[in-house]
């Protein structure tokens, strides 16, 4: 007998919060974190969905986000595109109502996941030790509504991201730029650089992006609640 078919995904966690970043900071969001990460950013702060996880069917998904009551969800992990069968829990989640947003760093095609979520791609930077150009290939694939993401953690990322904005080749309207903060008690592999700082140059420079703070880290500090 051929084995059972499984038609779900291995889940690291399922929770709701307020959107920390993005055009929707703020707003009341599920979050869908997956497992499994194929990059090794240095400053990956959900490094514990790596591994692990839960295995569960589309439609244990659905129904453990229903009882929270919002119509906004974002898949993210680690690397969602990686498991395949991200763009059915997608399509199951668009058929139920939801709005459906996904965060992935671009190396994997977004093709079957573009027409039914909004896009943020994060495009890693020098400091995250992954910046190898492998999002370039998805950028005809984005729509104008979806979003680009840049996590600036020193003055080479901020000129890096800089460059490829000012190039002209991005075709989204929301460019994101996010500051990496200074590790405060042991020093990792990046410098970090301070929310004011990025801010002046942003100012200075005239660019198009929105400046973003990670408000969820605010509110409830450098844990696991919100994206």
Known sequence: MAPMHFDGLLVTEIFHSLQGETSRSGMPFVFIRLTGCNLRC??????????????????????????????????????????????????????????????????ISIEPVVRSARIVLDIKTPSSGMCRGGFSKNLPLLKASDEIKFVIASQEDYAWAKSVVTSGVLPCQEILFSPALPAKNSPGSFPGVAPQWLAEQVLADRLPVRFQLQIHKYIWGADRTGV
């Not at 514990?48 to 969800?73: A, L, N, W």
């Open 42 to 107: 240095t400053y990956c702060d959900s490094a514990y969905s790596f591994k692990g996880g839960t295995r569960m069917r589309i439609s244990e998904i659905i129904e453990t986000i229903e009882g929270f009551g919002t119509r906004q969800v974002l898949i993210t992990g680690g690397e969602p595109l990686l498991q395949r069968q991200t763009p059915l829990l997608v399509q199951a989640l668009s058929e139920s109502g939801y709005e459906v947003s996904i965060e992935t760093h671009g190396e």
